[in-house]
């Protein structure tokens, strides 16, 4: 058994035994996996996406999800004690928390693995669900070039994480400021993205914008990347924000069915995380 923390936890071959038990899944392998095991998972109510792709995934595998709000893990009762009651009756657990310190101290006190669901510093699954999906569209994952365009944040530092242990290039664009540490960055799209095959994004806070306004990604910016480039962005993303309108209803954009690969990529980690 193995949690999923960070990424860099793991290494490139983890990384394709998950993809392979997702292939497995999508050919209706596994699909009494998680018959007779409950999965306690920690959402916020805002979340939408991840919320619904695990529990739809634990129900697909034969398990039982037990849900909770995230701020239940605030309250004043010691995360020991939360911890060693669940040890009792988890067979695993998913947490989406903001501080990634609960995720680590409760992956210390279970007896059962932990998933990160996401925090505020990284945000593993939906990267790995995203190289999943470029697989699938027959990207070269390894040999494309990357740029993520957005600040340093959860999403940037997963892509981050991602390039460390799959070994691809990965620069960045942004306003001066938001730039993350070990990773080339430039200020304009037109010189950023020249060279790239996968430009993805992350949303903007809106005191942000105004240091932003070089680094939008454009239908004329899209033209510039080498031939074949796609865009991914992160959702949700906001037309006339961090992308402009006319590149989102181009060829260039993935598509909505691009995230149809979190379900099965969901459910290969939650597997694999637990042996199986």
Request: glycine share 6%.
């Amino acid at each position: 058994m193995k949690s999923l923390i960070r990424l860099t936890d793991y290494d490139a071959q983890d990384v394709y035994d998950i993809f392979s038990i997702a292939d497995d899944i999508r050919n209706q392998k596994h699909r009494d996996a998680l018959k007779g095991k409950s999965v306690v998972l920690f959402f916020p109510n805002s979340s939408i996406r991840t919320r619904v792709t695990f529990e739809k995934g634990i129900f697909l595998l034969g398990g039982q999800a037990i849900l909770f709000p995230s701020d239940t893990l605030d309250k004043k009762e010691d995360l020991k004690d939360v911890c060693g009651y669940l040890n009792n009756w988890a067979d695993l657990v998913v947490v989406r928390h903001r501080d990634i310190r609960v995720i680590e101290r409760m992956s210390q006190l279970l007896s059962v693995p932990v998933i990160n669901a996401m925090t505020d510093v990284n945000h593993p699954c939906e990267v790995l669900a995203d190289l999943y999906a470029l697989l699938k569209l027959g990207r070269d994952i390894v040999h494309n070039k990357y740029l993520f365009c957005g600040k340093d944040g959860n999403i940037g530092r997963a892509w981050k994480e991602a390039s460390e242990v799959m070994g691809f290039d990965l620069e960045q664009c942004c306003g001066s400021g938001y730039e993350m540490d070990g990773v080339k960055a430039y200020d304009r799209i037109s010189d950023a993205v020249k060279g790239k095959d996968v430009v993805c994004t992350d949303s903007l806070p809106a005191a942000a914008l105004d240091a932003f306004r070089a680094c939008q990604v454009t239908l004329a910016a899209m033209k510039m990347a080498n031939e074949g480039a796609v865009l991914n962005p992160c959702p949700p993303f906001y037309r006339g924000e961090e992308v402009a309108a006319d590149v989102i209803d181009s060829a260039y954009f993935v598509g909505y069915g691009f995230k149809k690969h979190l379900l099965e990529v969901q459910q290969a980690i939650m597997l694999y995380c637990m042996g199986q």
